[in-house]
């Protein structure tokens, strides 16, 4: 029986119309031949970038202006001068980066000319807090001509004393010891809470301070300089921790949190952020 030229019509539109239909419920299935598009790879990103003694510079933290787009990319963008020192740039003050921890950076106090000093002016530091970075616990503050001696604790003394202290050239004077007048630990938070600056001791007659670390667990000995926790927002990071670990609620950055392994794994324990910086999702801890 011969077939109408209507009925043949008829079932190639059917046929293209299907076709049409399955592109617009799955259209993957369609574009997976196309050439996928070139975005910044994230091992381009960070990898293999150095400055002065840091050979590395540890996630999430990276020089490249071509690491992404934003707020979150810019805040843990760092420069590079001369190619020996490194700043952390916050608003429109740079502080000279000392030293990372896994949590934390540690910094220098901005637009010195010293890279030491016996004491600074109360609103020397000019940071408090944002939603990246925060004044660390772990610091503790050696203060100076304090009217109200109340705030002073005895329990830090050793831990600042064991430091070392500052020459009039402003270099460290290492095995020496320092003897503040008065020190106070911000873990105590008594007089000082998170999100405070370090202004907030003029309410007690104190003209000028020091900043020393000491972190949690360590053997006393200090490292000058202020500690400032890091720490990703919270809505940022809800689908970038990787397999393996957990988030972890910041201290000193209000709702910021970082990946963090669990026992048995190392890594940053990110998989993917708004931005291109390489990451170590966590791995097995090979103990051999």
């Known amino acids: 029986m011969a077939v109408s030229p209507c009925s043949?019509?008829?079932?190639?539109?059917?046929?293209?119309?299907?076709?049409?239909?399955?592109?617009?419920?799955?259209p993957l299935s369609f574009s997976q031949s196309l050439p996928p598009p070139h975005p910044l790879q994230r091992n381009q990103c960070a990898s293999g970038e150095k400055c002065g003694m840091f050979e590395h510079l540890p996630f999430p933290f990276h020089l490249s202006a071509s690491c992404g787009d934003g707020s979150l990319s810019d805040a843990f963008r760092l420069t590079c001068l001369n190619s020996t020192s490194l700043y952390l740039n916050i608003g429109i003050l740079s502080y000279q980066v000392l030293h990372f921890f896994t949590d934390a950076v540690l910094v220098d106090f901005p637009n010195t000319s010293y890279p030491c000093r016996q004491y600074n002016d109360l609103n020397s530091f000019g940071f408090e807090a944002n939603d990246?970075?925060?004044?660390?616990?772990?610091?503790?503050?050696?203060?100076?001509?304090?009217?109200?001696?109340?705030?002073?604790?005895?329990?830090?003394?050793?831990?600042?004393?064991s430091g070392g202290s500052c020459d009039q050239n402003g270099s460290t004077a290492a095995g020496t010891n320092y003897h503040p007048a008065c020190c106070y630990p911000l873990s105590h938070r008594s007089a000082w809470r998170v999100g405070d600056g370090f202004s907030v001791f003029s309410q007690f007659g104190c003209r000028g301070f020091s900043c020393w670390v000491v972190s949690p667990g360590g053997s006393g000995s200090g490292k000058r300089g202020v500690k400032l926790e890091w720490a990703i927002p919270w809505n940022l990071t809800k689908e970038a921790c990787a397999a393996n670990s957990q988030v972890e609620n910041a201290t000193a950055v209000t709702s910021g949190v970082r990946c963090h392994c669990q026992d048995g794994f190392a890594g940053d324990g990110c998989t993917d952020l708004p931005f291109h910086v390489l990451s170590k999702r966590c791995h097995i801890v090979d103990y051999e």
């Open 132 to 161: 990246y970075f925060g004044i660390s616990t772990d610091n503790v503050v050696g203060l100076y001509d304090c009217d109200d001696s109340s705030l002073c604790k005895s329990d830090c003394v050793t831990v600042v004393s």
């Open 8 to 26: 043949s019509c008829n079932d190639l539109f059917l046929v293209s119309f299907i076709f049409f239909a399955l592109s617009i419920v799955n």
